[in-house]
C-alpha cells in the first residue's frame, strides 16, 4: 500500500486466476475458412492483435510461445519494446507492481545475500561481475548498488553490471536510475557491430553499468582474472514464453479389414495408429466474428457479435515437432502416460539457466567454480505448472488473448524444471530452494532492517514500511510470502556450506 492505495502485485492477481481461467483455456475446433463476401467484419483490441491475426491466417494456429513472445517483445508494439508516453508498465499506474517497488527492504536484503556469498567464497578483491536480466525500472539493482556501497571491500571488488534488457524505455528508466539523469550511455561497438551500451554508476567507485539485449551477448571471460558472477533473476522467468502439451489417448483400434494375400489366404491389415499416448500441442487461433442471429437485423443485413477474446487455443490435431521434441523429458513421462494430462514447458527458460549454471561452475570462463545466482518469482515449488497462462493489465487478471501488447502476459514457474538445467548444464553446481519468499527474507533479518527504516520517521512514513515489508512475508490474497519462491545457484561445495536463508548462516 502507498498512499493508501493498494496496488496488485502478479501474486495478489494470480491468486483469483481460478474462477476466471477457464475460459482462457476453452479449445475450440479450428473452422473452416468462410467465403470473405460472407464473413461478418472482426474489430481487434490492439493494433498488434490484428497483425497477428494476419499471420495466423497465413501460416496457421501458432504456439503459444510465438504468441508470447510477439506480445511481449514485437517491435511493432510489443510490451516490453514500446515507449508509453505517460508511464511505464510498473508500479500505481502500471499493470502490476514487484516487490522491489513495495519496500526498498527487499533489494537492499538481496544486496546483502550476495555479501554474504562474497564473504563465503573468499572475498576476492577484483572480478565480481553482476548480471541482472530482466532489470524492470533498475529498482532492484539500485538497492543492490547502494547497499554494496556501504562495504568498502565489496564494492571494489565490483568490476561491472550487465543489464539484460531488450526494451529501449526501460534501458532508459534504467539509466537515469542508476547513473543519472545527465549521465551518457555511450555505445561500444566492434566491426561496425554494437557490443553494449555503457554509462558509469551514480553510486561511486567508478562502476560501469552495460546493457546488452541478450543473455548469449554477455562477455564469457575478459582477461585473466578469476571472475565471480552475482547473476539476479526477480520476476524474469514468468515472462519467458512458454509452450503447452496435452496427452492424447491411443487411437482405438480400427476395425480388422480381412484382405487376401498372393495365395488367397485371410489376412488382416495392421493398424498404423500409436497404441501409446501422444503429446499434442495446444495452438493459438483467432476468434472469429459472428452474425448475431437473435438480435434485430440492420440496413444492409445481420448484426454482428464481437468475440470476447480475440483468440483462443486449439489442439493440434497430430503430433508435430514440438510435441516430439520438448516434452519428451523425465520430468513428464509419467503425466505423457495420463489423457488428458497438461503440462506447460518453457525451452527458453532452460538457455537462461543453463547459461547461469555454466557461468557459475566455471565452463565459460575456464575458471574454477564461482559466483552465485538469485532466482525469484512465482510458481509451484516441485510440481509442473498447468493451466497458468494469464493477462495482467491495470492491476487486474485478464485473458492473455485480448490486448496483445498493452497487457503483460506471463506464466508460473517450473523450479523442478530449472533445477534440473542447472545440473545438468555444469557439473560444478549445487541448486538450493526453491523456499518460500517470506521464510528467506525472514532469515535475512526483514524486520529488523524494517525497524532501523522506522526510526526517526513521521507516523505515515512507519505505516508504509509496516505495511510494506509485511507484504512481502506475509501469505493470503495480497501477500507475496508463499506464493513467491527463491532458488540459489552456488559452486558445488559438498555440501560443506548452505548459503544464508536456505538453512545455512555467516561463517
Known amino acids: 500500500m502507498r498512499n493508501g492505495i493498494v496496488v496488485a502485485s502478479k501474486h495478489a492477481l494470480r491468486s483469483n486466476r481460478r474462477a476466471i481461467a477457464a475460459p482462457f483455456f476453452q479449445l475450440r475446433r479450428w473452422e473452416s475458412i468462410v467465403a470473405p463476401a460472407l464473413k461478418p467484419q472482426r474489430r481487434w483490441s490492439t493494433p498488434l492483435a490484428e497483425t497477428i491475426a494476419k499471420a495466423i491466417e497465413v501460416t496457421g494456429p501458432i504456439s503459444i510461445a510465438s504468441y508470447m513472445r510477439q506480445c511481449l517483445t514485437s517491435p511493432d508494439g510489443g510490451y516490453y519494446t514500446t515507449t508509453r508516453p505517460t508511464s511505464d508498465q510498473f508500479g500505481r499506474r502500471g499493470d502490476f507492481i514487484t516487490s522491489p517497488e513495495i519496500s526498498q527492504v527487499f533489494g537492499e536484503l538481496v544486496g546483502v545475500w550476495f555479501l554474504t556469498e562474497w564473504m563465503g567464497q573468499g572475498r576476492p578483491a577484483t572480478g565480481v561481475q553482476f548480471m541482472e536480466v530482466g532489470p524492470g525500472r533498475g529498482t532492484l539493482m539500485s538497492d543492490i548498488l547502494r547497499t554494496a556501497a556501504q562495504f568498502k571491500s565489496f564494492v571494489q571488488a565490483i568490476e561491472a553490471v550487465w543489464l539484460v534488457e531488450a526494451g529501449e524505455g526501460l534501458r532508459e528508466h534504467q539509466r537515469k536510475l542508476l547513473c543519472g539523469e545527465e549521465a551518457r550511455m555511450n555505445q561500444v561497438q566492434e566491426k561496425g557491430q554494437t557490443l553494449y551500451w555503457e554509462a558509469m554508476s551514480k553510486h561511486g567507485n567508478d562502476i560501469p553499468i552495460r546493457w546488452v539485449e541478450d543473455i548469449a551477448l554477455l562477455p564469457e571471460n575478459q582477461g585473466s582474472t578469476q571472475k565471480m558472477p552475482f547473476i539476479v533473476a526477480h520476476e524474469f522467468f514468468d515472462a519467458l514464453p512458454i509452450h503447452a502439451f496435452e496427452s492424447v489417448a491411443a487411437a482405438p483400434e480400427s476395425e480388422k479389414v480381412e484382405l487376401l494375400d498372393k495365395h488367397g489366404r485371410p489376412m488382416v491389415r495392421p493398424n498404423p495408429a500409436s497404441k501409446v499416448p501422444q503429446w499434442r500441442e495446444l495452438l493459438v487461433a483467432p476468434t472469429e466474428a459472428k452474425f448475431d442471429l437473435f438480435a434485430p437485423a440492420k440496413a444492409g443485413g445481420l448484426q454482428q457479435k464481437q468475440p470476447e477474446t480475440d483468440f483462443h487455443l486449439t489442439i493440434a490435431k497430430a503430433s508435430n515437432p514440438n510435441s516430439i521434441v520438448i516434452p519428451e523429458r523425465p520430468r513428464y513421462r509419467k503425466l505423457k502416460q495420463q489423457p488428458q494430462s497438461r503440462i506447460e514447458v518453457s525451452p527458453e527458460s532452460y538457455r537462461y539457466m543453463q547459461d547461469f549454471s555454466k557461468r557459475i561452475g566455471g565452463n565459460l570462463s575456464g575458471g574454477k567454480p564461482a559466483g552465485a545466482a538469485l532466482v525469484i518469482d512465482y510458481g509451484p515449488p516441485d510440481t509442473v505448472p498447468v493451466n497458468s497462462f494469464r493477462g495482467i493489465k491495470e492491476h487486474k487478471i485478464v485473458s492473455p488473448f485480448s490486448f496483445a501488447g498493452q497487457a503483460d502476459v506471463s506464466a508460473d ?37 524494517a525497524a532501523r527504516l522506522m526510526k526517526n520517521v513521521d507516523e505515515q512514513k512507519k505505516k508504509d514500511i509496516a505495511s510494506g515489508w509485511r507484504r512481502l512475508v506475509e501469505g493470503g490474497p495480497t501477500g507475496m510470502g508463499k506464493a513467491y519462491k527463491v532458488m540459489a545457484v552456488l559452486p558445488e561445495n559438498g555440501g560443506q556450506r548452505r548459503p544464508v536463508g536456505f538453512g545455512g548462516d555467516l561463517k
Do not use: I, K
Not at 524444471?417 to 526453491?434: I, T
Open 413 to 449: 514457474v517450473d523450479f523442478g524444471a530449472l533445477a534440473d538445467a542447472a545440473v545438468e548444464a555444469s557439473e560444478g553446481v549445487e541448486v538450493h530452494g526453491p523456499v518460500e519468499q517470506g521464510l528467506w527474507l525472514s532469515q535475512l533479518g526483514v524486520q529488523d532492517r
